[in-house]
C-alpha cells in the first residue's frame, strides 16, 4: 500500500474529523486526497503534528481529532508520545504513515528502517497502539477506534508515492478556515479583535 | 563568590507550601483576568510559584506539563485553534528548544501564544552554563519578532502580563513576558 492509497482509505473514513497533519507529503498527498475546510496542514515545525492535535482534542472535547504524522516527523518528537499516554482524550487518534523514510527530502531512512517500532513505543506509554501493514488491516483498525473510542495510535506501514499537488501556502488562510469551520472564527477582518474566549467586558 | 550549596531535591514543594513571592499572586491574576484557559510548562523553580497560585485561586485554568519546549509550543497551538487561549510557562533556556517552532507556526499562522518565562544567564547568574543561553533571549525573540516586556517590580506584573496578553490574541502573535532574575533570585 502506498502512502497515497492508505491516504485516500482515511479520507473517506474522516467525515466529522478535525485533522492536523505533518509538513511534506503527508500534507500534499491528504490535499490532493480530499481538500476541507478541517484539515489543518502544517508547512513547518517538523514534529509537532501530534502535539497541535493533542492540544485540539483537549479544547475541543466534543469533536474527533486525527493527527496525520510520519515517522521522521515522529521521531523528531517521541516525547509527546508521553505527554499523550499521560493525557489520554478519547478523542485523539494518532496515525502514522511510516514509509521508514525522510520521503520528502529525498529517501533517507529513519529509524523504523532498522527496527524501531513506533507503535510500541505508543503502547510503552500507554496509548491503545497497532500497526497495519494492507488497506484491510488500516481498515479494521480504524472500525476498532471508531467503537473504542480511547487515545489510539495506529503506525501504517507504507510505500513512498510521488505527491500529485499542493495544499495552498497561505497559513493564515489554513488556520481561519480550520477555524471557522470548527465554530470558533476568529475576528478576520482589520480592527476586529480575536474571538477567542475573549474576557468579559469590563 | 562561592557556589550556592546543593540543595536538595525537595526544595521545591517546600518553598511552595509557604507564603508566595510577591510577584506571583498578580501575575496568575493576569493571566486569569486575560481568559487564559491553558496552560502548557515545562517545569523551573521560579514557575512552581506560579503553577501552584494558578492551581489554588484559579482552579479552572487547566494544566499540561510538555516532555520539551518545542512541544509545548504545539500543544499550546492545538488549544488555540480550538478556542481556549493557551499560555507557555517554561524557563528561558527553553527558548532554544522551540525557535523554529514559535517562527514556523506561531509567527507563520499568526497563533497567538502568552509565553511566561523564567529568565536563566541574566544578571545574579551564578552557574556559567546559562550564561550563553542568557545573552540570546533578547535576540532570539527581536529577531522571530516577539514583543516581550519584563517584569521589574511586583507592582507591575499584572500589568505587563495583562499588556503582553492584549498584545497577543488582538494583533495575533506570540508575546512573551520575562520574569528576570532579580525578580524572582531569592526563592
Given at each position: 500500500?502506498?502512502?497515497?492509497?492508505?491516504?485516500a482509505c482515511l479520507t473517506r473514513r474522516l467525515r466529522d474529523y478535525a485533522v492536523v497533519v505533518s509538513l511534506g507529503h503527508p500534507a500534499y498527498d491528504l490535499y490532493v486526497a480530499g481538500d476541507r475546510a478541517e484539515n489543518f496542514y502544517t508547512w513547518g515545525?517538523?514534529?509537532?503534528?501530534?502535539?497541535?492535535?493533542?492540544?485540539?482534542?483537549?479544547?475541543?472535547?466534543?469533536?474527533?481529532?486525527?493527527?496525520?504524522?510520519?515517522?521522521?516527523?515522529?521521531?523528531?518528537?517521541?516525547?509527546?508520545?508521553?505527554?499523550?499516554?499521560?493525557?489520554?482524550?478519547?478523542?485523539?487518534?494518532?496515525?502514522?504513515?511510516?514509509?521508514q523514510a525522510y520521503g520528502t527530502t529525498g529517501g533517507q531512512p529513519t529509524a523504523t528502517a532498522r527496527g524501531a517500532d513506533l507503535a510500541g513505543a505508543a503502547a510503552a506509554m500507554g496509548l491503545e497502539s497497532m500497526t497495519t501493514r494492507t488497506?484491510?488491516?488500516?481498515?479494521?483498525?480504524?472500525?476498532?477506534?471508531?467503537?473504542?473510542?480511547r487515545t489510539t495510535a495506529i503506525v501504517v506501514k507504507v510505500d513512498e508515492s510521488a505527491p500529485q499537488g499542493r495544499p495552498p501556502l497561505d497559513c493564515v488562510f489554513i488556520k481561519q478556515r480550520f477555524m471557522a469551520a470548527l465554530g470558533v472564527p476568529e475576528g478576520g477582518t482589520q480592527g476586529q479583535t480575536n474571538t477567542v474566549n475573549e474576557p468579559p467586558s469590563p | 563568590m562561592s557556589d550556592p550549596p546543593i540543595t536538595p531535591i525537595t526544595q521545591n514543594s517546600d518553598s511552595c507550601s509557604a507564603v508566595p513571592p510577591p510577584w506571583a499572586p498578580p501575575v496568575c491574576a493576569g493571566l486569569a483576568a486575560s481568559a487564559i484557559g491553558?496552560?502548557?510548562?515545562?517545569?523551573?523553580?521560579?514557575?512552581?510559584?506560579?503553577?501552584?497560585?494558578?492551581?489554588?485561586?484559579?482552579?479552572?485554568?487547566?494544566?499540561?506539563?510538555?516532555?520539551?519546549?518545542?512541544?509545548?509550543?504545539?500543544?499550546?497551538?492545538?488549544?488555540?485553534?480550538?478556542?481556549?487561549?493557551?499560555?507557555?510557562?517554561?524557563?528561558?533556556?527553553?527558548?532554544?528548544?522551540?525557535?523554529?517552532?514559535i517562527g514556523s507556526l506561531l509567527v507563520a499562522y499568526q497563533i497567538p501564544v502568552v509565553f511566561v518565562m523564567s529568565v536563566r544567564g541574566d544578571p545574579g547568574e551564578w552557574n556559567c552554563a546559562q550564561v550563553p543561553m542568557g545573552r540570546a533571549v533578547h535576540p532570539i525573540l527581536d529577531s522571530l519578532g516577539v514583543p516581550h516586556a519584563s517584569v521589574d517590580r511586583p507592582e507591575e506584573a499584572e500589568s505587563i502580563v495583562r499588556a503582553i496578553c492584549e498584545t497577543a490574541f488582538s494583533a495575533r502573535v506570540p508575546a512573551a513576558c520575562l520574569l528576570p532574575r532579580r525578580l524572582t533570585a531569592g526563592e
Open positions: 500500500m502506498t502512502r497515497s492509497d492508505a491516504t515545525s517538523m514534529g509537532l503534528t501530534s502535539s497541535i492535535a493533542l492540544g485540539l482534542a483537549m479544547a475541543r472535547p466534543d469533536r474527533r481529532v486525527v493527527a496525520v504524522d510520519g515517522d521522521g516527523s515522529l521521531l523528531m518528537n517521541l516525547g509527546t508520545l508521553a505527554t499523550i499516554g499521560s493525557c489520554r482524550p478519547p478523542n485523539l487518534l494518532i496515525v502514522v504513515w511510516d514509509n488497506a484491510d488491516e488500516f481498515d479494521r483498525a480504524l472500525d476498532q477506534v471508531e467503537a473504542r473510542r | 491553558h496552560v502548557v510548562y515545562v517545569p523551573d523553580n521560579p514557575l512552581s510559584h506560579l503553577l501552584a497560585g494558578l492551581s489554588r485561586d484559579y482552579p479552572h485554568i487547566r494544566q499540561t506539563p510538555a516532555t520539551r519546549e518545542e512541544e509545548a509550543v504545539g500543544i499550546a497551538s492545538g488549544l488555540y485553534l480550538g478556542g481556549v487561549r493557551p499560555a507557555v510557562l517554561m524557563q528561558s533556556s527553553g527558548l532554544g528548544n522551540c525557535a523554529n517552532a
